[in-house]
Nanobody, 117 residues
């Protein structure tokens, strides 16, 4: 079992910044990837950014490229998302995701981000 707890969400004006954090605990023996997803009101959950353990690579959703940075601190079992130049369309609930080497994946409960114009 894995537990994920997000923090760092809040309300910010357009152009501002936020840093999201995700604390992971539990069976962290083998992690294939960790990432951030968001769900805007009335929309499906979408990929924001993902860090893939193999190759230490990162991938970003189109809306996040150039503005958001994902990082991972394995020594602290933490995942971060630095979000700069936020836009109203970035509003939503941001979820931390962990994909272990096995068949399951885990989700946090989410942290809300609200960006006003």
């Amino acid at each position: 079992q894995v537990q994920l707890v997000e923090s760092g969400g809040g309300s910010v004006q357009a152009g501002g910044s936020l840093r999201l954090s995700c604390a992971a605990s539990g069976d962290l023996y083998c992690i294939a990837a960790m990432g951030w997803y968001r769900q805007a009101p009335g929309k499906e959950r979408e990929l924001v950014a993902v860090h893939i353990t193999a190759g230490d690579t990162t991938n970003y959703g189109d809306s996040a490229k150039g503005r958001f940075t994902i990082s991972r601190d394995n020594s602290k079992n933490m995942l971060y998302l630095q979000m700069n130049n936020l836009k109203p369309e970035d509003t939503g609930v941001y979820y931390c995701n962990l994909v272990p080497c096995g068949p399951y994946e885990y989700w946090g409960q989410g942290t809300e981000v609200a960006v006003s114009s």
